[in-house]
């Protein structure tokens, strides 16, 4: 006998919502972690995932991630409702941690797939959840409640987007400690999700080991370059308020307060290319050293780039990357954004040149204040010739969830 579309998002919801899984296995919030004796301190790092504003934003990041980009086919904004509040149940349950023990019903399918065993450790498991422009058509109603800020991300000059991997509904950030628990938390939030969201895109993320003497100096890209030095400080919550973390009122929509928008962009970095430049070519485009990350002519990484006492770029060209991107003025201080970009590897194109880059991502108050405005600075830069973004899109990352029983995007829903 089949089972009703909708009787089955409605059962995950109740299912998920409680903790358990009925007919199948139990899964018991909290647990996994603390029964499982091989969980060392990475795997027992637990992440809460209710709170003012989502996980995976100023968390700190894991080194893998999963970025998948869905396009809604529920048939009615009721049923796209309960498939989103399914999504935050499952999300909530995984990131704390579970327990997936055996059903004594053999016969009836696993309620979780068993890839991390009878014991899932939350391993700093973070899903962020977003969404895109396009969810605010006119299939549910809710183009009122759109958004102010959000639009469909159109190519800048040096863009060759793949319309196969840009844009979507909703996406999902899922960053982990171990690639494993990204690819078994994928495979399960689908579960809930089969007949009101479908998979468009995913790329898979990965962040460089912590190879600098240095505890503060940042991670590299593919490139070879430190990345992510002048990232705004997440402690500072009165600097977040102003940079990340949309404000009610203002012409945003209530239910957006607390949220962030997200841009993505999938830049393929043609690293053969780079290989055959010179390494002081390399170091005037970027704007910085490549072995010690440190500003030209500077010392150490977090070293102030003193654009004050080079007016004319005699030290850090007036084109160079770092210098483009953040001049560091009173003027262009409210345009900084928080980046959390990883580096990808997608195997080899067709011509057999290596298909790598980065996972740019980017959270902003104003996506077009901040982002947009920053993207056309460094369309003119010398590292255009070797960079290509190929994907991506710009999302809406609603407030956090309030308690178990509430969900992301609630507000969204809400009479």
Known sequence: MSLD????????AAVLGTGGVASATTLAAGA???AAPSAGPGLATRIPFDGPHQAGILTPKPAHATF???DAIAPDRAQLAVAL?????RARQLSQGASALPSNDVDAPPADSGTLGTAIAPDALTVTIAFGASLFDDRYGLAKRRPARLTRMEPFANDDLDPARTHGDVLLQICAGQRDTVVHTLRELMRPLRGALALRWTIDGFESAARSPDPAGSRRNLFGFRDGTANPEVADRALMDRLIWVQAGGGEPDWTGGGSYVVVRTIRMHVEFWD????????NMIGRARDTGAPLGGAGEHQDPRYDVDPKGERIPLDAHIRLANPRTPKTAGQRMLRRGYNYHRGFDAAGQLDQGLVFVAFN?????????????LDAEPMVDYVTPVGGGY???PPGSKRAGDWVGSGLFAA
């Open 85 to 89: 509040q399914a999504l935050s149940a």
């Open 395 to 397: 999302f809406f990352a």
């Open 365 to 377: 108050q104003d996506p077009e204040r901040q982002f947009a405005t920053v993207q056309r600075r």
């Open 32 to 34: 996994g972690a603390d």
């Open 5 to 12: 579309r909708r009787a089955f998002l409605l059962r995950s």
């Open 68 to 70: 998948a980009a869905l």
């Open 276 to 283: 055959r430049v010179g390494l002081r070519e390399q170091e």
